[in-house]
């Protein structure tokens, strides 16, 4: 499975994106799909993650206060809204694929080649 990370871009703080995740060469009905991002200097994070065919969400900590995660089945495409988006938010966020809704990058199995966003004034 190859995916595709699409959207980002520079932002001013408060705004927002939708971030866009397009798998192809296989199906994703069985997976999770998940939304990790990497700002600079730091470690990469879990973000949210939903599992494909039921919908059901993940976040990591206060993420679901700005972000939502969602899943267009009949477009196969991955989906991370974000608002009121604040310069800690600026990272490369990369979508991910694998067995188990969870925060634990090692569980996912195909990785998208990452889109930036910048939130800057």
């Known amino acids: 499975v190859q995916l595709q990370a699409s959207g980002g871009g520079l932002v001013h703080p408060g705004g927002s994106l939708r971030l866009s995740c397009t798998p192809s060469?296989?199906?994703?009905?069985?997976?999770?799909m998940g939304w990790f991002r990497r700002a600079p200097e730091k470690a990469r994070e879990f973000v949210a993650a939903?599992?494909?065919?039921?919908?059901?969400?993940n976040y990591a900590g206060s993420m679901e206060d700005r972000f939502t995660i969602s899943r267009d089945t009949a477009k196969n495409t991955l989906y991370l809204q974000m608002n009121n988006l604040k310069p800690e938010d600026t990272a490369v966020y990369y979508c991910?694929?694998?067995?188990?809704?969870?925060?634990?990058?090692?569980?996912?199995?195909?990785w998208g080649q990452g889109t930036l966003v910048t939130v800057s004034s």
């Open positions: 060469g296989g199906s994703v009905n069985s997976y999770a």
């Open positions: 991910a694929a694998g067995g188990l809704n969870s925060g634990y990058e090692s569980l996912y199995y195909y």
């Open positions: 939903i599992t494909w065919k039921c919908g059901v969400t």
